[in-house]
């Protein structure tokens, strides 16, 4: 998974995209690339680690000229070589000038790009730089008609924004796979991921990109195009996991729908008799609260506390670094536990990585009984649209069964929110995706 910001016509650009950036950053933390541009020329600086530790520095933010810029977070969602040239924006040439592109998602049909245009040859092992070939190959001086007949050879997830020298593009892909919206502050205008990142900047949210559109930014404001009609399949796991609480995606509030998301789940899986309900930090929290708002599965109480200097585990890259995040990431409240019968929400169970260390420091604490309520279906397929889950050997429950992940885990009960149940809590269930659940790709 990865994020993008955008500023346009802003002092102080590519500060304002380091603030941006960095309310995005749950959303991923290996990788950071900044472009910017002065109406003239673009600039690039970039870096392994967060958005605040990469451009710590006023002399890198120096060199980032311009009101205008362009950033990327990204962690990796296939297996390529650490290098800085698959940090994001890639650059490139369009009409003899510079520009740079950012995107979110995962192109799927890179091979038959490939085949089709035997010409393109890659300096990275980004899709996104396969964006960047196209535009060379069909230019015709129409940058958006350009972009549209890129994107109509594009299959899968994209998200993207495309900076030059004299506007800004954000574009969504026909189905509306990951969240893009646009912000306005006092003339500047911004696109984000997420749209919680506006208040950080000042600005308010304007619009999201519709699917199969794009949003041009430049001198004169704002121009929508439509490239392509489709059927929108957006990401069910936006809202469930990934999204910042104060974010609103796919015009859902995130904190409402996680509260009730925790509503559905007690009324689908109670524990009776139990003593509290706990939420394991950051994303079950809401939903934790929910599950024990009637009370009648136990009492919301936390006893899992998140230290916020350590990385979210489920974007590590590697196994071995999201086991050491789990081991430093969670504390608990041990004279709360001792002795007592506990409910523990989890937004979801993926690998089962974080599932099996708080466990065993709850039985180690004394826990009485432990009880799991799992928010999300069982994941049982491989995402192939951004989300770092690329094999069905990774995935838990692909390879056991409720009763199995239970006792791998060491829990006392298991149950998760069933499918149905969760398609039921949206007015338009076939307008998401999820094929991470069932199986059902596009």
């Not at 230019?139 to 900076?163: P, R, Y």
């Not at 509260?259 to 509290?276: N, Q, R």
């Not at 006792?407 to 076939?430: C, F, I, R």
Request: proline share 4%; charged share 20%; aromatic share 8%.
């Amino acid at each position: 998974m990865c994020a993008i910001f955008g500023v346009f016509h802003a002092k102080k650009a590519a500060e304002l995209c380091v603030i941006g950036l960095h309310a995005n950053q749950h959303r991923a933390m290996d990788y950071v690339g900044i472009v910017s541009s002065d109406g003239a020329h673009l600039y690039r600086e970039r870096g392994a680690g967060l958005a605040r530790q990469v451009f710590s520095e006023s002399a890198i933010l120096t060199r980032l000229h311009g009101l205008d810029a362009l950033g990327h977070i990204r962690y990796p969602t296939v297996a390529d070589e650490e290098s800085r040239d698959n940090i994001q924006p890639v650059m490139g040439i369009y009409g003899r000038k510079q520009i740079a592109i950012a995107h979110n998602g995962n192109i799927t049909n890179t091979k038959e790009i490939r085949e089709q245009f035997p010409s393109i040859r890659c300096a990275t092992s980004l899709d996104t730089e396969y964006i960047l070939r196209l535009l060379e190959i069909f230019e015709t001086g129409d940058i958006e008609k350009d972009i549209g007949k890129v994107c109509s050879h594009l299959k899968g997830s994209f998200a993207f924004g495309v900076l030059s020298v004299d506007r800004m593009i954000a574009i969504q892909d026909p189905h509306g796979n990951r969240p893009l919206s646009i912000g306005e502050s006092n003339g500047s205008h911004f696109i984000s991921s997420e749209n919680a990142a506006f208040a950080n900047v000042g600005a308010k949210w304007v619009c999201d990109v519709r699917p199969g559109s794009m949003v041009t930014i430049d001198a004169e404001g704002l121009t929508e195009r439509r490239y392509a009609q489709g059927s929108e399949k957006k990401c069910r796991f936006e809202a469930i996991y990934y999204g910042h609480p104060s974010s609103t995606i796919f015009g859902e509030r995130v904190t409402q729908f996680r509260v009730a998301l925790g509503e559905a789940l007690e009324v689908t899986c109670p524990a009776h008799d139990a003593d509290f309900v706990m939420g394991v930090p950051d994303s079950a929290i809401l939903i934790a609260m929910g599950y024990g708002k009637s009370g009648a599965s136990g009492t919301y109480f936390p006893m899992i506390f998140r230290n916020h200097y350590v990385g979210r585990s489920f974007l590590a890259a590697k196994q071995a670094q999201r086991d050491d995040i789990v081991s430093q990431k969670l504390q608990f409240t041990a004279d709360e536990i001792y002795g007592r019968k506990i409910v523990v929400v989890d937004d979801s169970i993926v690998r089962g990585t974080t599932t099996i260390k708080f466990v065993r420091v709850l039985r180690f604490l004394g826990a009485r009984e432990i009880h799991l309520r799992i928010a999300c279906p069982p994941i049982k397929h491989p995402c192939t649209y951004g989300i770092n889950t690329p094999t069905y050997d990774e995935l838990i429950a692909a390879q056991k069964s409720v009763e199995e992940i239970r006792k791998t885990v060491g829990a006392d009960s298991l149950e998760y929110l069933p499918l149905e149940v969760l398609k039921q809590m949206s007015p338009n269930p076939e307008l998401f995706c999820y094929a991470c659940m069932d199986g059902t790709y596009w």
